[in-house]
């Protein structure tokens, strides 16, 4: 949809929103209006480069190489990793073993069969791994981000998850602001290009939506929930990233891709169940 834009126009777009909207937020309501120490302020500038500018610009490229429906997956795993690092001392892995074992046949038989032909247009097999490579890292870290985040709000139950979810925003919007500098197109280039409106518009529902007030319920869920169950909310993520993928191509799920999308979602069942 926004093609003739980078992948860093795309994240800086979006982030440098969510900074405006964190930055508007914290002045216009007092009840917010809470500053943090240097210490936090470091902390917030660490995880904003974890889980947004460096998460989402490690998945755009991922699905601008392979497509959509095998970094879904592969970023649907990130409930599992929570489930594994963050699983409360008394649940047993024995119990977390059905799960695991749903979840990585999905996984590999999404990726058998997306391999030959579910890169986009013109990549071959080689850069196909490419961007399965740097689906994993971005997996890897939310995964950080997720837990490392929820370790600083049980640590600080004094901070509360909007004012959090507001430091995380300025500091993920400067982020972006510098990495936009340093790697994205200048004003006349950005202008130039078609679509600009809608490039706006994703910004914008990004920025807002997906970002800032995203931020804010997760960071209540983090709160209230431990670790490893609070990341099987993700789930939905990735059921709504495959259906908007096959949707946006116009088809039905071939069988092998039924079954991948029916291990997974079993996958996960088994590890809510296991953690119960």
Request: charge should be positive; include cysteine.
């Amino acid at each position: 949809m926004v093609g003739n834009f980078g992948m860093v126009d795309i994240t800086a777009a979006r982030f440098i929103v969510f900074g405006a909207v964190a930055g508007i937020a914290i002045a216009t309501r007092p009840a917010l209006r809470r500053w943090p120490t240097p210490r936090q302020a470091g902390t917030a500038l660490g995880l904003s480069v974890l889980g947004f500018t460096g998460y989402y610009l490690l998945l755009a490229c991922a699905i601008d190489i392979s497509g959509t429906a095998v970094p879904s997956l592969i970023i649907g795993t990130i409930p599992i990793w929570m489930m594994l690092l963050g699983r409360p001392a008394g649940l047993r892995m024995r119990a977390l073993l059905p799960g695991l074992g749903l979840t990585g046949a999905g996984i590999a038989l999404m990726v058998a069969g997306a391999w030959p032909e579910g890169s986009v247009e013109g990549a071959d097999g080689a850069s196909f791994g490419w961007g399965l490579a740097l689906a994993a890292l971005a997996m890897a870290s939310w995964t950080a981000f997720g837990l490392l985040n929820a370790a600083w709000l049980k640590r600080h139950p004094e901070v509360h998850a909007a004012d959090w979810a507001n430091w995380l925003g300025i500091a993920t919007g400067l982020g972006a602001a510098v990495l936009w500098l340093v790697a994205g197109s200048d004003i006349p280039a950005l202008r130039a290009q078609p679509n600009g409106g809608l490039f706006v518009v994703l910004a914008l529902a990004g920025g807002i939506g997906s970002s800032w007030l995203a931020t804010v319920l997760w960071n209540l869920a983090s709160q209230r929930l431990s670790a490893s169950l609070c990341g099987q909310l993700i789930v939905s993520e990735t059921l709504f990233a495959l259906l908007y993928s096959f949707l946006w191509d116009g088809r039905w799920p071939a069988p092998a891709e039924w079954a991948a999308a029916l291990l997974f979602v079993l996958g996960i069942m088994a590890s809510i169940r296991a953690h119960r």
